[in-house]
């Protein structure tokens, strides 16, 4: 199974460097099902592996003048904040069992993984139907209710282990006026704050951590990113988005039957 893992692990940079985003959605279940790591833990994983990805993105991004750094940081302030109190004050206060339907266990893991399954039924659905973008990207900033959707996906990563990549863009769109290709590289630099700051956090915590497994995935996902970029070039990223949002909805169904269904 860890060769299938190390082979999903080049998607999780593909997503990543085609569209800004959907490769962090798919850490966490790649990390559980295929290497066999604890699901809280995978979160910590997940937000060095989605960290550092992103963070080799939005250099080439900024390279070639995709990057807005000021709505990115406006954005990623708040964020950090309510990451870290997630990850630092309110996780860790979760009991490991949380309640009992009937004789089954209703377990922290168990949470996580349904949660996370419905995040990505919910980021598939954005995916699948077709995106209305604002080419002209007319219209004021909105500083404020930019960093209060900051603040709330901070709290999406911090529990979840996810960059937030299908929450970023939209609010990037909409609130930061930004066109669909600077969108996707701040972005990815937002990704790259809010989750490196947040493995940071755990590391402070020792969470365990194998660092042979993480640099691995990490390395074989950044590849993926350089392979992302280039096909991004010849591929069109609103073709290809509801092809990967099928993807996602297939694996969150598949998370939801597998976690409340399969014993």
């Not at 009937?102 to 139907?129: C, H």
Request: aromatic share 10%.
């Amino acid at each position: 199974m860890e060769y299938f893992g190390y082979l999903a692990s080049i998607i999780i940079g593909i997503a990543l460097g085609l569209i800004g985003g959907g490769g962090s959605i798919l850490t966490v279940p790649i990390l559980v099902y295929l290497f066999k790591v604890n699901p809280e833990n995978a979160t910590s994983y997940s937000l060095f592996i989605v960290g550092i990805t992103a963070l080799a993105g939005a250099y080439r991004h900024y390279l070639i003048g995709n990057l807005k750094v000021r709505a990115g940081l406006v954005f990623a302030l708040p964020s950090i904040l309510s990451l870290l109190v997630v990850r630092k004050i309110v996780l860790p206060t979760i009991p490991s069992s949380l309640f009992f339907v009937g004789n089954s266990e209703i377990t922290k893991n168990l949470l996580i993984m349904v949660v996370f399954a419905v995040l990505m039924v919910a980021a598939s659905t954005a995916m699948i139907r077709p995106s209305k973008t604002n080419k002209a990207a007319t219209g004021k900033t909105s500083p404020s209710r930019l960093a209060l959707v900051g603040l709330l996906v901070g709290i999406v990563t911090g529990f979840l282990g996810a960059g937030g990549g299908f929450l970023i863009i939209p609010a990037l769109l909409f609130f930061a006026n930004l066109p669909m290709k600077q969108a996707v590289g701040t972005s990815l630099l937002i990704i790259a704050i809010n989750s490196l700051i947040g493995f940071g956090g755990d590391m402070m915590a020792n969470t365990p951590i194998n660092f042979v497994l993480l640099f691995t995935v990490a390395g074989i996902a950044i590849l993926g990113m350089f392979i992302g970029t280039a096909l991004s070039k010849k591929i069109d990223g609103a073709t290809l988005k509801p092809l990967f949002g099928w993807f996602v909805l297939i694996m969150g169904c598949y998370i939801i039957v597998k976690e409340l269904f399969i014993p």
